[in-house]
């Protein structure tokens, strides 16, 4: 199991090299000089290639990649260049917060997604299965943004049951802050759960065809014990992994939840660092976001060694 | 020399500009109501003015202590050290009215008055000014605010070594000098009747700063700004909110009203509305391309929807050394085939005002004849066909959806006259370069509100001037913008803008789309807020009622 895991962790490395090389590659060649938007208006070609020397942007990219590196690996991640904030507090300040709105988001559509697919694989075919699918399918082709100013709009403005935007820390409120992440959440996981539940579904149809289904229902086992315990745990492979591969697009979706209710997370300054040109925070931001969705995968293929025995034995 | 900014961001700015209402040789600047307080003693006039400064138009003394607002921004503050930021965006702008104070400020009629400074007097040639400063201010630090400090700030910002970008918007300013504590004489390149009044937006350029603050703090300073405004930052949790409280040293000791203020950057426009819906604001920020959540505010009593039709306009600049706009008969069909009436209801349910010239009706400019080019449809197409190549060109607009809503337009109408235009999306810090690089056939740009058209003007149309983007020189445009920044009378001088703009309008360098309207929406009961003037919405005189 340890051998696993070190085997997975160095592979590590060279993911977390190749993302940060690309994101530097990809900032490089987008148009608009960084030299050209902070002089503005001022802007000669004498200023702007003083100011270009002074930043080192006049350096080749590689130069340029293999500088911040070194800087990187003694924990250094530089400065913002637009407001002169240190990049590892930028990012650790709004870490906090999208993570709480992923976890939360997470076990929202994990709590919708499991009981119902449970369910429709036990009754499938039936009239509840298919109006769940149909539900999901639905709620599959409805964009987040619009999902968020929906619920906005009911539970913010009509019922005032939650607050519209905002984040409320943890250590000020307890309540405020879980009130202020409910509808947020809920907007990702609104997005998530259908997928969970489709994959779950379909895997738990599968698994009920097995013999030793068969042979526990001969056994006299009462369904819920057959559903919740034997089908559940070897139907939950494909679960998992989508669940992993899926945090990717939560990311993605963070970057437009915290927009719209005005969370102070990583997608909000991760968006300021594209619209400002600074590259630093942007690079702050990828490296951390990289090194996230990397660890959970790495997180996942571990759990599958738990939820199967084969892949921990090696077959 | 100086310019108005790309499609969206209003920044302010300031040039050597002159001012039509101040005819008055050697005097200050001050209203016509203020005459009787001139008469008096120099300590009793100190007094007069700066009750008199603070009482705004029309207001009995009805406002209330205490309570606390919410104001919904557009986009985070990036900070406040002018090295750091360059210029404040809207929002940095907004801010700073409250945390620092300026040298003036402009009253309900548009006129500069005192604020730091007390009073002021010009040289005849209207290139040195001299201001003399309150003596009871100081900065949430406790360091005194002087003329010593006044200096610090407008140095350190012209300082070539700091490669401020705030700099190029002062280089009217050739040096400032502390005659004594409270004297500051500002000593300009070219004369400038309206430096009091340009001296007003709370920019980058004027607000004035702590030099211990600046000084001791280094790049920390830029989150920790320290002035002498009438609220002081609380706590800043970047992204999410600057929780200012009332100063309770502050200078005029019947203000503010309010105990506090939290301003929060809530960048989507539904969202930022739902909020003020919900009660967890009491003021945002809007614009026009938000015009379903303005006509509804309108209708509802619990809100009011402040609006203040500036001067300026939404612009584009035809690149006139490149084909096919080194023809003027190209650029006056684009410019006819346009119908800004339509164009206003397709984008913005009716809101934005067509604008026929770049002054607007805001400005103290009012043209009879602007020059502007009809909409006619038959004579664009007439023209082109007398053209008699195909006319294609590209479009530079913001990869926004108001920045395609708007190319898709102008596209439909060009098209309708015969012209072919392709639609480039860009950044808007791209089309910032562009344009300076005159790497464009059309681009997008915006002259901003004002108190003068000088700076801009003169910046935008005279030859050899790096925001002249439409890279076109004209001996007869430049003698009239050089004649308006040197002539003190208005009519002179209204009457030379208006030819500037009739040549404008005939030579269609560059064209006009709407003219800038800025809004904020409120809580009725909200009450005192100033003209939106520059589109800062400044909550430091407003009071709940």
């Not at chain 2, 010239?357 to 502007?372: F, I, R």
Request: proline residues 6%.
């Amino acid at each position: 199991m340890l051998g696993l895991a070190a085997r997975r962790a160095v592979y590590l490395v060279p993911v977390l090299l190749a993302v940060t090389f690309l994101t530097f590659l990809i900032a490089s060649l987008l148009p608009g000089d960084l030299a050209f938007a902070i002089l503005g208006d001022q802007a000669t070609p004498e200023t702007v290639a003083a100011l270009r020397h002074d930043m080192g942007l006049d350096q080749p990219a590689l130069w340029r990649y293999l500088r911040w590196l070194a800087g990187v690996l003694q924990g250094d991640l530089g400065r913002s260049y637009r407001t002169g904030e240190s990049v590892l507090d930028a990012v650790l300040g709004r870490l906090p917060v999208s993570l709480e709105l992923m976890v939360a988001a997470e076990i929202t559509a994990f709590v919708v997604a499991i009981p119902i697919a449970i369910l429709c694989a036990a009754r499938a075919g039936t009239g509840f299965d298919r109006l769940a699918t149909g539900i999901a399918f639905a709620k599959l082709s409805i964009p987040s943004f619009m999902v968020a100013i929906l619920l906005i709009y009911l539970f913010a403005v009509q019922l005032r049951l939650f607050p519209a935007t905002g984040y409320v820390p943890f250590g000020e409120d307890p309540l405020g802050n879980l009130r202020s992440l409910v509808l947020p959440a809920l907007t990702l996981a609104i997005g998530e759960w259908p997928v969970l539940m489709r994959v779950l579904r379909s895997d738990m149809i599968a698994t009920l065809q097995e013999d030793f289904i068969a042979l526990a229902k001969a056994k006299g086992l009462r369904p819920r014990r057959i559903l919740l315990v034997h089908a559940l745990k070897p139907s939950s492979l494909t679960l998992v992994t989508v669940a992993g591969i899926n945090i990717g697009r939560l990311i993605g979706g963070t970057v437009i939840v915290e927009s719209i209710f005005a969370l102070p997370g990583i997608g909000r300054l991760l968006i300021g660092a594209i619209y400002t040109r600074d590259f630093m925070i942007l690079q702050g931001v990828v490296l951390f976001v990289a090194a996230g969705f990397v660890m959970v995968n790495f997180l996942v293929d571990t759990l599958y060694a738990l939820l199967d025995p084969r892949i921990r034995h090696g077959h | 020399m100086v310019a108005g900014i790309a499609p969206i961001d209003a920044y302010p700015i300031v040039g050597p500009p002159i001012d039509p209402r101040a005819s008055r040789k050697g005097t200050r600047g001050e209203e016509p109501a203020m005459d009787a307080a001139l008469r008096l003693t120099c300590l009793a006039r100190i007094i007069a003015l700066s009750v008199v400064a603070f009482l705004p138009v029309g207001q009995a003394a009805a406002q209330k202590q205490g309570g606390s607002i919410t104001v919904g921004l557009e986009l985070d503050i990036a900070g406040f050290d002018p090295l750091k930021v360059g210029v404040f965006d809207t929002s940095g702008n907004m801010a700073a009215s409250l945390i620092f104070d300026t040298l003036t400020h402009l009253d309900e009629n548009g006129e500069a008055q005192p604020k730091l400074a007390l009073s002021w007097t010009h040289s005849e040639d209207y290139k040195d000014w001299t201001f003399r400063l309150r003596p009871d201010a100081k900065f949430h630090d406790g360091t005194p605010f002087n003329a010593q400090a006044v200096k610090f700030n407008i140095d350190r910002q012209k300082d070539p070594k700091n490669k401020c970008r705030c700099a190029f918007y002062i280089a009217n300013i050739k040096e400032v000098e502390a005659r004594d504590d409270l004297t500051v004489v500002f000593h300009l390149t070219d004369p400038s009747v309206t430096l009091p009044k340009l001296l007003t937006i709370p920019s980058s350029n004027f607000v004035m700063q702590s030099p211990t603050a600046m000084l001791a703090k280094g790049d920390d300073y830029n989150r920790n700004p320290v002035g002498t405004g009438p609220f002081v930052i609380k706590s800043w949790t970047a992204g999410d909110r600057l929780v200012l409280e009332r100063n309770a040293g502050y200078w005029d000791r019947t203000r503010p009203y309010l105990d506090r203020v939290v301003m929060r950057p809530l960048p989507d426009s539904q969202a930022r509305f739902a909020s003020l819906e919900a009660g967890e604001s009491d003021l945002i920020w809007d614009d026009e391309y938000d015009s379903d959540n303005i006509l509804k505010a309108k209708n509802d009593r619990a809100l009011k929807v402040h609006e203040y039709v500036g001067s300026g306009a939404t612009v584009y600049a035809f690149n006139t050394k490149l084909e096919p706009f080194d023809d003027v008969r190209v650029r006056q069909a684009l410019v006819m085939a346009i119908d800004r009436k339509k164009m206003s209801q397709a984008l913005t349910n009716g809101l934005s005002r067509p604008a026929t010239n770049p002054y607007g009706e805001g400005s103290w400019v009012k043209c009879t004849d602007d020059g502007a080019l009809p909409h006619d449809l038959g004579k664009a197409q007439a023209l082109l066909k007398e053209y008699g190549k195909p006319v294609k060109f590209k479009t530079l607009v913001t990869a926004t959806p108001r920045g395609r809503a708007n190319g898709q337009v102008l596209q439909q109408f060009w098209k309708d006259a015969g012209a072919e235009m392709e639609i480039e999306q860009v950044d808007q810090t791209a089309i910032v370069t562009r344009a300076f690089a005159r790497k464009f056939d059309l681009t997008p740009w915006r002259i901003v509100d004002l108190a003068d058209p000088d700076p801009q003007m003169y910046a935008n149309f005279h030859t050899g001037s790096p925001s002249a983007l439409a890279n076109y020189s004209n001996l007869d445009l430049d003698k009239l913008l050089e004649h308006a920044r040197a002539t003190a009378d208005p009519r002179e001088r209204t009457e030379d803008y208006c030819a500037v703009s009739r040549l404008l309008n005939k030579e269609a360098i560059w064209f006009w789309t709407f003219q800038n309207t800025y809004y904020a929406i409120a809580k009725a009961k909200l009450k005192g807020l100033p003209k939106l003037y520059s589109g800062v919405i400044d909550v430091s005189p407003t009071w709940l009622e």
